[in-house]
C-alpha cells in the first residue's frame, strides 16, 4: 500500500482492492460505528430509520476530536462494575479468575505498561491520571522553575487554550505574561504552518532569557507534525527544558519519547486513544527526571525532583503507613495525586488493548495511505462532479509531506462556504469537525477507517461544496441536481 497508488486509478474499484489488500481491516469490527439513522435520532434506543441509507454506518472522520468506542469498553466497564458491586472495599486488593483488571489498586500500573509502548516510553516514565490541562500545571509546577534571569515561555502563536495554562502559570510566579510568553508565529502570513528552521530561530534568539519551551506534537489546527527529536535535541543543546502536549499526536503517530529524550509530555486519552469523553488523561516524564535518592537528603535535598505532589504518588510500600514524610515512586507513578477513577483507567484499557492488537508501526503505515488517498482524491479526483480542479473551492493547509503531518487533513474552505457544507455534510452522514470561520478538519482513523470511506467522503464533500457555492449565488436556494454517475462511480451534475 503506498501513498500515491490513488493518483492513477479514482475509481470506487480501486478503493476496495485497497480495502482488501489492508491488513489492519480487521480491527474495524472492534468499534462500534454508530448509523446515519443514530446519529439524527432523537432518541438514543431504536434509532428509527426512514430509508435504507440510513441504516448504514456513518463516515466518522473525527478521531482528531472524540474517538469511536470500541466494542470492548462497555464489557470491561460492566465487569468492573460487577467487581464493585460484589467486592465492595476488597475489590482494591482482590483478584479475580474470571477478569483481565488487577485489584483497584494497580489498575494504574497495567494501564501504563499499555500506554507506553504507544509513546515510546518505559513503563515507569508513564502515568494516567487528571486531565491533559491539570497534567499540564502539575508538569510546569515542576519544570517551570523561572528565575530573575531566565523565566519566559516559548509556545506557538496558535496554540490551542493552553496558552491560559502558561499565562497563570507566569502570573502565578509574579511574572508579567507581555514579557514572559513568546509566542512563535508562522513566518509566512500566507501560511498557518511554522518551519522547524523557523521553530529554531525563536528558541535560539530568546535561549538566554528562557526557562521553558511548551509545544505541540501534532498541531490542532493544521494537523502539522513537529520534528520533535530534532526541535527537543536543539533545545537541549541550549540548556533548555522542553515539554509536549500531545493531544492531537497519541495513538496518531509514533512516538519515541524516551529515545527523543523529551522531558515531559502530557496528552488526553479521547482522541486517537478512542477512551471516551472527557476520560483520564496521561503524562510522560523521562526516567531522568523521576529519579529518587534518598541520600541527597543529607545535603538538605528534597532526594527527588520538586513537584505539587499527593499521596497516591507516595511509595506503594509506605502509601497506607499514613506518616507525613513523602517519598514518591520512582518515575511517572511519583507525580500522580489521588487515587485514579478505575472507571476512566478500565475504559482506557479496553482501548489499549485494541492497541495492543497491533502496533503503532502497522497503525502509522496505515494512517499515511489512507490520509494519503484521501489529499489525491481531494486535489485529483476528476472533475466529474463539476468542480474545476484549478478552482477548487478549499485548499489543504496541512503540510503535504507525510512524515509533517499525522492522520489529519485541514481544508480551509472560500470564505462563506462553511456553514453549507457542514450541513450538506451532516445530512449525508459524514461526521468532521469545523474550525470557525473556515476550516473543516477530517481525520480518517487507521484503526476504523476504510478506504471506501475516504472515497465515499470525498464524492460527498465535491457535491457539498457544489451545493454550498450554487446555493450561496442563489440566495440560499438549492439549485444543483445530480444526473447519474460516471463509469468510476463519480456523481455528475445536470
Ligand atoms: C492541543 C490540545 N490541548 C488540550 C486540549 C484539552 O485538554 P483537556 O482534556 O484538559 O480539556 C485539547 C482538546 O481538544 C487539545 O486539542
Known amino acids: 500500500m503506498s501513498a500515491s497508488q490513488g493518483l492513477n486509478d479514482c475509481s470506487r474499484g480501486y478503493a476496495t482492492q485497497l480495502d482488501d489488500q489492508d491488513r489492519l481491516r480487521h480491527l474495524r469490527k472492534e468499534f462500534i460505528v454508530p448509523t446515519k439513522a443514530d446519529l439524527k435520532s432523537k432518541t438514543l434506543v431504536n434509532s428509527a430509520s426512514n430509508s435504507e441509507n440510513d441504516d448504514q454506518p456513518c463516515i466518522y472522520f473525527c478521531g482528531n476530536s472524540l474517538g469511536l468506542q470500541p466494542r470492548r469498553t462497555s464489557e470491561r466497564i460492566i465487569s468492573h462494575l460487577t467487581s464493585w458491586a460484589k467486592k465492595g472495599v476488597y475489590g482494591h486488593f482482590t483478584p479475580h479468575e474470571d477478569s483481565n483488571l488487577p485489584p483497584y489498586l494497580h489498575v494504574d500500573d497495567i494501564a501504563a505498561k499499555l500506554m507506553a509502548p504507544l509513546v515510546g516510553a518505559l513503563p515507569e516514565e508513564v502515568a494516567l491520571m487528571q486531565t491533559l490541562t491539570a497534567n499540564l500545571h502539575l508538569m510546569m509546577a515542576s519544570f517551570y522553575r523561572p528565575t530573575e534571569d531566565k523565566y519566559k515561555i516559548i509556545l506557538e502563536g496558535k496554540a490551542f487554550p493552553s496558552d491560559h495554562v502558561v499565562e497563570s502559570q507566569i502570573r502565578h510566579h509574579g511574572f508579567d505574561p507581555k514579557e514572559a510568553m513568546v509566542l512563535i508565529e508562522p513566518e509566512n502570513s500566507g501560511s498557518p504552518t511554522i518551519s522547524t528552521s523557523h521553530i529554531l530561530s525563536i528558541i535560539e534568539k530568546h535561549a538566554s532569557s528562557t526557562a521553558l519551551i511548551l ?15 530534532r526541535i527537543t535535541s536543539y533545545a537541549h543543546n541550549l540548556g533548555l527544558t522542553i515539554g509536549w502536549d500531545l493531544a492531537h499526536a497519541v495513538g496518531n503517530v509514533s512516538l519515541q519519547l524516551h529515545g527523543w529524550n523529551v522531558d515531559f509530555a502530557v496528552w488526553c486519552n479521547y482522541k486517537y486513544i478512542d477512551s471516551g469523553p472527557g476520560v483520564i488523561g496521561g503524562l510522560f516524564v523521562h526516567s531522568r527526571h523521576g529519579e529518587v535518592d534518598l541520600s541527597t ?13 499527593g499521596w497516591w504518588g507516595g511509595d506503594k510500600a509506605t502509601r497506607f503507613g499514613m506518616g507525613s514524610d513523602f517519598v514518591p515512586i520512582p518515575g ?32 502509522r503505515e496505515k494512517s499515511i495511505a489512507l490520509t494519503s488517498y484521501l489529499e489525491d482524491l481531494l486535489l ?43 450541513k450538506a455534510l451532516e445530512d449525508a452522514g459524514v461526521v468532521v469537525d469545523e474550525r470557525r470561520p473556515n476550516v473543516i478538519r477530517v481525520a480518517p482513523a487507521p484503526l476504523y477507517n476504510t478506504f471506501t470511506e475516504v472515497w465515499e467522503f470525498v464524492h460527498i464533500f465535491k457535491v ?31
Open 380 to 422: 485529483h479526483a476528476p472533475a466529474a462532479v463539476g468542480l474545476d480542479e484549478k478552482g477548487l473551492p478549499y485548499q489543504i493547509i496541512t503540510p503535504s509531506n507525510t512524515a509533517e503531518r499525522g492522520a489529519q487533513l485541514s481544508l480551509l474552505l472560500k470564505p462563506g462556504l462553511l456553514e453549507g457544507v457542514m
Open 297 to 309: 537528603r543529607q545535603d538538605g535535598g528534597a532526594g527527588f525532583r520538586p513537584r505539587l505532589s
Open 332 to 363: 511517572a507513578p511519583g507525580f500522580q495525586l489521588s487515587n485514579p477513577s478505575v472507571l476512566d483507567l478500565t475504559a482506557v484499557i479496553a482501548s489499549l488493548e485494541v492497541f495492543a492488537l497491533t502496533s503503532m508501526a502497522a497503525i
Open 464 to 494: 457539498a461544496c457544489l451545493k454550498a457555492q450554487n446555493g450561496r449565488a442563489n440566495g440560499g436556494q438549492e439549485v444543483i441536481a445530480l444526473k447519474g454517475q460516471d463509469e468510476k462511480g463519480w456523481a455528475q451534475i445536470k
Open 215 to 229: 509545544l505541540p506534537g501534532v498541531q490542532y489546527y493544521t494537523g502539522q507534525y513537529l520534528d520533535i527529536e
